[in-house]
């Protein structure tokens, strides 16, 4: 009998991806409450409130692990520095963000509730504020950190300005001031035995001059400033020295993927103008870095919808970078995702929305098919007209791919998808694209299905992707890659 049960149930578990296996759950990506800075008019159960009453699925909140910048004057800048110190999880208790999280849960079991954080690695300075240029630099270059919930993991993330940093790095420059340090310590130690002298009977009195005193303290206290600055242990990264490019934001991702989770760019498309501000007398810009997405490498996606739609366009900087993952120039595919950055209010709560095929409707099931591509993005929702009901590539052998998965073909596929249109007076327009190239775009009917059979010219490149773009509404699916390796190199590799 119990063999019986585990035959059927080994029998039941699906081989691969089908249409209908998969449910598809909606996801709200990059949520703040009083967690955060600048969004402490709301709760997290005001969240999970929201979130059961617009009927989505998932909430993934990401609330920022540490809103910190220091400003350090040279050359002491580790000791006299203003810092300021905002409203976070790190600040606020990590064990105790996860155990709140992990509480709603019980409360709230329609929803999905899923822990993350929103993380700023790197900032840098440029002005002074004695001419009152002070400008911090780049700290809304922001990234969101998925499926690790071990506090101590996360509170040893390298980010600039996290004196938990792990793990510290040998700085051999910073022996430099070992210099000055013993300089002021031998000047100090001059001073100190000048101002001895003995008396007619030999007693060994000190000079009471002030002034001579003071000098000889300061001495004293620089050496000891000096030789804080000289401890050559801490963050490769400092904040003064310009724009480290790519280099503190990969530490970032490998340090997360190491520890087995994953990470999305957020914002990329960051608008100065939005986060161009001066706050007590510092001004704090952030230009775009769309470009970070090509520098780095091993991350999971990026948001699509937040601030702009220029990475998306057709054959742009997403395009590119999928080319680069066809010809294995890049290891890993990189995913879009549509977030919502909500600070407040109920009206923008679900701006965008992801929409996540899962296996299995758990926190494990969401985290896995995020990682792998199962999702599309999906831009102001509050239309709510467009649904996807599958989109798939089909080889010669009947053999289907769906969302972010890849088949293999001799070069003629099938690729097929249906939409849910729920207002019937529109028609939305659908164009598909092979390897960042539209080949037609063609109306929407609602639960009709539509299909495209296209043949690879030769020569043949080696791996191609198909995707789907609806302009209005906006909505974006992750592509399906297709390897075109003939088919004596497919079965010597089998
Ligand atoms: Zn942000
Ligand atoms: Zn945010």
């Known amino acids: 009998m119990i063999v019986f049960f ?26 703040h409450s009083d967690w955060s800075f600048l969004s402490e008019s709301n709760s997290l159960e005001t969240l999970a409130e929201w979130g059961k009453a617009s009927g989505v699925d998932v909430l993934i909140f990401t609330d920022h692990a540490l809103v910190r910048a220091s400003w350090g004057l040279f050359p002491f800048r580790r000791t006299l520095h203003y810092t300021e110190d905002k409203a976070s999880v790190f600040k606020k208790g990590t064990e105790r963000y996860l155990l709140e999280i992990h509480q709603l849960q019980e409360k709230y079991p329609s929803l999905l509730l899923i822990p993350a954080l929103e993380v700023a690695p790197f900032y840098y300075w440029s002005g002074n504020p004695f001419q009152g240029t002070l400008t911090l630099r780049e700290w809304h270059r922001h990234l969101l950190v998925l499926g690790i919930e071990d506090p101590e993991v996360l509170k040893k993330m390298p980010l600039l300005s996290n004196p938990y940093a792990h793990p510290f790095t040998f700085l051999g420059n910073r022996l430099f001031f070992l210099c000055p340090s013993v300089i ?33 303290y300061s001495f004293f206290l620089v050496a000891v400033l000096f030789l804080i600055e000289s401890v050559p242990f801490g963050d490769p990264f400092d904040p003064y020295h310009g724009d480290r490019g790519a280099a503190p934001y990969q530490k970032l991702i490998d340090y997360v993927n190491a520890h087995g989770g994953f990470v999305f760019w957020a914002h990329p498309e960051v608008e100065p103008a939005s986060s161009d501000s001066v706050s007590k007398g510092i001004r704090i810009v952030t230009e775009p870095y769309g470009y970070l997405l090509s520098l780095t490498r091993d991350y999971t996606g990026f948001a699509a919808y937040a601030t702009g739609k220029g990475l998306i366009q057709k054959g742009g900087d997403w395009d590119q970078l999928l080319m680069m993952v066809c010809q294995k120039i890049r290891k890993s595919p990189i995913w879009v995702m549509s977030e919502t950055d909500f600070i407040g209010g109920f009206e923008s709560f679900r ?30 929702t509050r239309n709510e007209h467009l649904s996807l009901d599958f989109f798939s590539v089909t080889n010669e052998e009947g053999k289907k791919g769906g969302l972010g998965e890849e088949i293999s ?27 960042g190239k539209p080949l037609g775009t063609f109306p929407v009917k609602d639960g009709e299905e539509a299909f495209f059979d296209d043949a690879i010219e030769d020569p043949k490149p080696e791996r191609i992707y198909y995707r ?6 906006p909505f974006l699916t992750n592509p399906i890659f297709v390897s075109l390796a003939p088919r004596n190199l497919l079965s010597e590799k089998q």
Request: charged share 25%; proline share 4%.
């Open 468 to 473: 789907l773009e609806v302009e209005e509404p």
């Open 184 to 216: 002021c310590f031998v000047l100090f130690g001059y001073l100190r035995k000048r101002s001895f002298y003995r008396d007619e009977q030999g007693r060994s009195l000190r000079y009471t001059s002030k002034s001579l005193r003071w000098v000889e």
């Open 351 to 380: 701006l965008n929305e992801t929409v996540v095929w899962v296996e299995e409707r758990s926190k494990t099931g969401v985290l896995k098919s995020l990682r792998e591509g199962r999702m599309c993005a999906v831009m102001n």
């Open 6 to 31: 585990f035959l059927f149930f080994f029998f039941l578990q699906p081989s691969s991806y089908a249409e209908g296996e998969l449910k598809p759950l909606r996801c709200i990506i990059h949520l």
């Open 409 to 435: 073909s001799q070069g003629k596929v099938r690729v097929a998808w249906r939409f849910r249109v729920s207002q019937p007076t529109y028609t939305p327009w659908v164009t598909l694209i092979r390897s």
